[in-house]
């Protein structure tokens, strides 16, 4: 009996176009590097989970890309997930889930993991949770919908109106 080696190729992020209130249409790119990425891909597809549009939608929304860091961002896997980010056309925003990926998680300590990809990426919005359920990811979802909103949607710089409230 003979086998044959199994070859793989490198991984294909999953994207997820979402289409909000008809105002703006978001393309998620899900980076999903380790257990938060199994909560990122049921939230995408459970049924609280912005749809795809209607068919009466207008054709051309303006349009937005959302690059999904979840999970344990090694110093091995780094330049991927920068590669992968500055792959994105404007306007680009970056939703960080999980404990490991905002902080470093409990793998904080070892010499091969990234503190927070906030160090090294403009990161919008932080879910927070080990790993966090996907209607917390939704939320994230909604906070960036809601910071776009503000912003009078993609292509438009700054960041969400804040107050002392917001950052105490």
Same mark, same amino acid.
């Given at each position: 009996?003979?086998?044959?080696?199994?070859?793989?190729?490198?991984?294909?992020?999953?994207?997820?176009?979402?289409?909000?209130?008809?105002?703006?249409?978001?393309?998620?790119?899900?980076?999903?590097?380790?257990?938060?990425?199994?909560?990122?891909?049921?939230?995408?597809?459970?049924?609280?989970?912005?749809?795809?549009?209607?068919?009466?939608?207008?054709?051309?929304?303006?349009?937005?890309?959302?690059?999904?860091?979840?999970?344990?961002?090694? *110093?091995?896997? @780094? $330049?991927?997930?920068? =590669?992968?980010?500055?792959?994105? /056309?404007? %306007?680009?925003? #970056? +939703?960080?889930?999980?404990?490991?990926?905002?902080?470093?998680?409990?793998?904080?300590?070892?010499?091969?993991?990234?503190?927070?990809? *906030?160090?090294? @990426? $403009?990161?919008?919005? =932080?879910?927070?949770?080990?790993? /966090?359920? %996907?209607?917390? #990811? +939704?939320?994230?979802?909604?906070?960036?919908?809601?910071?776009?909103?503000?912003?009078?949607?993609?292509?438009?710089?700054?960041?969400?109106?804040?107050?002392?409230?917001?950052?105490?």
């Amino acid at each position: 009996m003979t086998t044959t080696p199994l070859r793989l190729g490198p991984p294909t992020p999953r994207r997820t176009s979402l289409s909000w209130e008809g105002l703006f249409r978001v393309t998620v790119l899900d980076l999903g590097l380790a257990c938060c990425g199994v909560e990122v891909m049921a939230a995408l597809h459970e049924e609280g989970a912005p749809a795809e549009p209607a068919a009466a939608d207008p054709p051309d929304p303006p349009a937005g890309w959302v690059l999904v860091v979840s999970g344990t961002v090694t *110093d091995v896997m @780094l $330049p991927a997930v920068l =590669a992968a980010y500055a792959e994105l /056309p404007e %306007p680009r925003y #970056v +939703l960080s889930v999980g404990a490991c990926s905002n902080t470093g998680g409990p793998y904080w300590d070892s010499y091969s993991v990234t503190k927070g990809i *906030d160090q090294l @990426l $403009p990161v919008h919005v =932080a879910v927070p949770g080990c790993p /966090p359920r %996907p209607d917390a #990811v +939704l939320g994230g979802l909604r906070a960036l919908q809601r910071m776009l909103a503000e912003d009078q949607g993609p292509g438009t710089t700054g960041a969400a109106n804040t107050t002392s409230e917001d950052t105490a």
